[in-house]
């Protein structure tokens, strides 16, 4: 009832204001005093121009997004269409000669006036909003406030002071701002002073009662950021970043966003550099589905493609939870999208989800990857990654999907382990379907290894381990992995996927150096103020079953080309999948008829003939 309400109170206030944008046009056009005759032309372009707006915002989704939040491309979303109704408005005023048609100088008058009016509604409701006047429930609940020091006067650090500065709700207060280029100091930014290097908190921190350090983390060097850590540690400060890489360099850094210093944050990696104009021309405007879009890897697809603007998001997965996290997670953040609870391997379902919507693009994400789960379940592992993704990928042939993008792993590559196995005999399916002669759909996988959070890795389960006291399970002291955040790994999954020309190739992210669990371990230990052996012991319980000492990201290191991105690898190997291609739909069928594990190991052996030899 209050959902049917706020929205009928929005489609009264739109109609006001486009309503008297167009009154006030003539007004303006008769200098107060519109002739009689001339009123009723008024009213009669009133009735039918205002209807057409309203019908256009509906349909390219303005009032599915919340309306406190106003960002840019909201506006030029609107000046767009309301452009548009106004050229075609001149345009028959010069093809037909009508006296119900507005002259050309009402035409563009209303333009003005209706963006202007919309422009006046919704940057005031961000105002009132932005004041705390709808959230006096937070500022009830959170009394305390920290006081905090900001580290940066680049755009991140100035959109962070903004929005402490006019929402007390999060409990923060800027008192100071803290930077390294000696240029800035003596200055203040939104009012709050530019003290000096972050050195020196040690003399203002009593001066300001200054509690806690927020920071940019991908913004600083490793060793700049163990420095800091070091200071926050030894002055007692309570130490804040921002957590999404994604959203850094989107713009996005907004105080909603913030989280303790984390592990993830002191790993040497390089930083990723992204190309965000090809991938938001690719997305902007098109159909976009994710599968598994609850998971690790599809939740973050989802956001950094909803940011982009797509004409719709279609988002599947087979959990509702998950579902329904990531749909209220893009709700908050004012973005639409359209969930779909469906399991991937249901061919009927998945067709008739396809048909409804009619994607451009498919992003692949859907998959069980837990590799000692797996190990006893190859029926599992066949019947969820590959006849899920063969069906998928079969379906959007048959559709014509412009770009099918499947997100793949490292442990595709001589797999070992049911996962890998599972997930290699996927990139085979969808690399024989892109060589069959009546295939329209460019298909494409991105290989790569661990994500830095995710369900399942190492971070959530030391994390775990550490907050019972102990002790850390790690399975051998020289096991390394590759990892990379979930923001960078999904925005250069984006990146990959809008070269121009993707068809039957595999990609490969450069994920940088193994990096040692053991030193993952410590380095969490430390984090939290507590000593390896003393406070926290660590134990080696030996490598698992399907477990790699060392993951590989290539067959051959140097069977692969560079792209534009130095990030993104191309492995070289397309001509592997033509002996598959007559076979699809006996692979598919043959895995559907599966029934013991036996079975299942036998059918790997068939496409992988060293598998578990």
């Known amino acids: 009832m209050l959902n049917l309400f706020t929205y009928s109170l929005k489609l009264g206030v739109y109609s006001f204001c486009l309503a008297s944008s167009i009154a006030l046009a003539y007004t303006l056009k008769y200098e107060f005093s519109i002739p009689l ?57 010069f093809c037909v000669q009508s006296p119900l048609l507005p002259s050309r100088e009402i035409i563009l008058a209303d ?42 006067t680049h755009e991140a650090g100035s959109n962070i002071v903004a929005e402490l500065k006019n929402k007390r709700f999060y409990g923060l207060t800027p008192v100071g701002v803290v930077d390294d280029d000696s240029k800035y100091y003596g200055r203040t930014l939104h009012e709050i002073p530019v003290l000096g290097p972050p050195e020196c908190l040690r003399d203002y921190k009593e001066h300001y009662k200054i509690e806690g350090i927020v920071l940019v983390s991908h913004a600083l060097s490793t060793k700049r950021l163990n420095e800091l850590a070091q ?29 303790t210093l984390d592990v993830e944050d002191f790993l040497e990696r390089k930083p990723v550099h ?66 779909v609870l469906i399991d991937v391997s249901n061919a009927r379902d998945v067709e008739s989800c396809l048909q409804k919507y009619y994607p451009h693009l498919i992003y692949h994400a859907a998959a069980y990857k837990h590799v000692p789960l797996l190990e006893n379940q190859s029926l599992v592992a066949l019947k969820n990654n590959a006849l899920g993704t063969g069906i998928l990928a079969k379906l959007a042939n048959k559709m014509e999907v412009e770009r099918f993008v499947l997100i793949s792993t490292d442990k595709a590559i001589n797999p070992i382990n049911n996962m890998g196995a599972s997930k290699r005999i996927a990139e085979i399916l969808c690399m024989a379907l892109q060589h069959k002669t009546e295939n329209r759909t460019q298909f494409m996988a991105v290989r790569f290894g661990n994500v830095l959070g995710s369900a399942g890795s190492v971070l959530p389960i030391f994390k775990e381990q550490i907050a019972r006291g102990g002790p850390i399970t790690v399975t051998h002291p020289e096991m390394t992995r590759f990892f990379m955040t979930i923001p960078e790994a999904v925005g250069l999954i984006l990146e990959a996927s809008s070269f121009e020309s993707i068809a ?77 291609v007559h076979t699809i739909d006996e692979y598919l069928q043959e895995i ?6 036996e079975e299942g190991i036998r059918f790997i052996r068939t496409l992988i003939p060293n598998f578990k030899m």
């Open 504 to 580: 039957g190739k595999t990609f490969v992210l450069d994920m940088g150096s193994p990096i040692k669990i053991l030193d993952v371990a410590k380095k969490m230990i430390e984090l939290n103020n507590l000593r390896v052996g003393t406070d926290i012991e660590i134990i080696f319980t030996g490598i698992r079953p399907g477990e790699k000492l060392h993951e590989d990201l290539v067959y051959n290191p140097d069977y692969f080309d560079k792209t534009t991105n130095q990030y993104i690898w191309l492995t070289k190997d397309p001509m592997e999948y033509l002996p598959y």
């Open 592 to 597: 559907e008829k599966l029934n013991s594990e």
């Open 274 to 339: 992204l190309n965000l104009e090809r991938s938001t021309t690719l997305v902007a405007n098109r159909v976009v589905a994710i599968t598994g879009a609850g998971g690790s890897i599809g939740r973050e697809l989802s956001k950094q493609i909803a940011i982009k603007h797509p004409s719709q998001l279609i988002l599947m997965d087979h959990s509702e939870y998950n579902l329904f996290k990531i749909e209220q997670d893009l709700l908050r953040e004012g973005l639409s999208c359209t969930p």
């Open 231 to 259: 200071l926050a540690q030894e002055l007692n400060l309570k130490l804040l970043t921002i957590p999404s890489f994604g959203e850094f360099l989107e713009g996005h850094a907004f105080a909603t966003r913030l989280r």
């Open 37 to 93: 005759p001339l009123q009723k032309v008024m009213w009669y372009n009133i009735c039918t121009l205002v209807p057409v707006k309203i019908i256009t915002l509906i349909w390219v989704g303005e009032f599915k997004g919340i309306f406190s939040y106003f960002r840019l491309p909201d506006l030029v979303k609107i000046a767009s269409c309301f452009s548009v109704i106004s050229f075609v408005f001149l345009l028959s005023k």
């Open 111 to 152: 333009l003005l006036f209706s963006i202007l009016f919309i422009l006046f509604f919704r940057t005031s409701l961000r105002i009132i909003n932005s004041h705390g006047i709808f959230n006096k429930a937070h500022n009830t609940s959170r009394p305390g406030t920290l006081n905090v020091a900001i580290v940066g």
